[in-house]
């Protein structure tokens, strides 16, 4: 798979990428196949345990870098296990049937690095999502997904959350007409799922309107995700809020 992505991307800059993307991916495969015979509570246990490394150490930042293959082959692993269970999803029973592909982990790197990743139809741009968000919500700061409108923000945040859920991690989603004490309770989560205007919205009246800190809604700003860029940044950035 990775052969035919290399020769599939032209240009230097995306084969050097794709290149070093290579021995990761491996490490992240060797990983999860050894997570296979960790009990679920062994498995719960890393989110823990990563935690505690982010918490001690001075450079965050390089230390995501640094357990990036266990974080996303922790994911991985979890999604495995949940193969066949079933979650309620905008009031539909979906059974879960995914299982992150390689293709998958290289987008997943793409997007903690700040990059714009394109994956194909098929390719399981929801699933991709999850690698990078649930690494950077171990540090414990809110990290967010933007997408174009409440009904992704909600069934993203159910689907996906009964992953988050098994490993640990709370899965929050901002709905219009929301109040703001519960608007501040989503944001409180470790993921956060909500459209670029009521992201947006949240954030001017926090710096704006709310004239004690209590009355804001939003924490700080970490690590964001943004769901069909080119619509969010391009078209929707001609209308202001």
Same mark, same amino acid.
């Given at each position: 798979?990775?052969?035919?992505?290399?020769?599939?991307?032209?240009?230097?800059?995306?084969?050097?990428?794709?290149?070093?993307?290579?021995?990761?991916?491996?490490?992240?495969?060797?990983?999860?196949?050894?997570?296979?015979?960790?009990?679920?509570?062994?498995?719960?246990?890393?989110?823990?345990?990563?935690?505690?490394?982010?918490?001690?150490?001075?450079?965050?930042?390089?230390?995501?870098?640094?357990?990036?293959?266990?974080?996303?082959?922790?994911?991985?692993?979890?999604?495995?296990?949940?193969?066949?269970?079933?979650?309620?999803?905008?009031?539909?029973?979906? !059974?879960?049937?995914?299982?992150? $592909? =390689?293709?998958?982990?290289?987008? *997943? #790197? /793409?997007?903690?690095?700040?990059?714009?990743?394109?994956?194909?139809?098929?390719?399981?741009?929801?699933?991709?999502?999850?690698?990078?968000?649930?690494?950077?919500?171990?540090?414990?700061?809110?990290?967010?997904?933007?997408?174009?409108?409440?009904?992704?923000?909600?069934?993203?945040?159910?689907?996906?959350?009964?992953?988050?859920?098994?490993?640990?991690?709370?899965?929050?989603?901002?709905?219009?007409?929301?109040?703001?004490?519960?608007?501040?309770?989503?944001?409180?989560?470790?993921?956060?799922?909500? !459209?670029?205007?009521?992201?947006? $919205? =949240?954030?001017?009246?926090?710096? *704006? #309107? /709310?004239?004690?800190?209590?009355?804001?809604?939003?924490?700080?700003?970490?690590?964001?995700?943004?769901?069909?860029?080119?619509?969010?940044?391009?078209?929707?950035?001609?209308?202001?809020?």
């Amino acid at each position: 798979m990775l052969s035919f992505l290399i020769k599939r991307f032209a240009g230097r800059h995306y084969r050097k990428f794709l290149e070093r993307c290579r021995p990761i991916v491996a490490r992240i495969n060797e990983l999860e196949q050894s997570y296979q015979s960790l009990t679920d509570e062994q498995l719960r246990a890393k989110t823990d345990e990563f935690r505690a490394r982010l918490a001690a150490a001075p450079d965050k930042k390089a230390m995501l870098d640094e357990i990036l293959p266990e974080a996303f082959a922790t994911v991985k692993n979890a999604a495995r296990r949940l193969q066949g269970t079933t979650a309620t999803v905008c009031e539909h029973e979906l !059974t879960w049937d995914m299982v992150h $592909f =390689d293709v998958q982990l290289i987008g *997943g #790197m /793409a997007i903690h690095e700040g990059r714009i990743a394109e994956m194909a139809t098929g390719e399981g741009k929801t699933l991709v999502s999850t690698l990078p968000l649930y690494l950077n919500a171990l540090t414990g700061r809110n990290t967010q997904l933007v997408t174009v409108n409440d009904y992704l923000a909600r069934r993203d945040s159910e689907w996906m959350g009964h992953l988050y859920s098994f490993l640990g991690v709370t899965v929050g989603c901002i709905q219009q007409q929301m109040p703001s004490n519960l608007r501040r309770e989503m944001y409180a989560r470790d993921i956060t799922y909500g !459209t670029a205007s009521e992201f947006g $919205f =949240d954030y001017l009246r926090d710096n *704006g #309107m /709310a004239t004690r800190k209590e009355d804001q809604v939003q924490r700080d700003h970490w690590f964001c995700i943004v769901d069909e860029i080119d619509s969010i940044l391009v078209d929707e950035a001609r209308t202001p809020l």
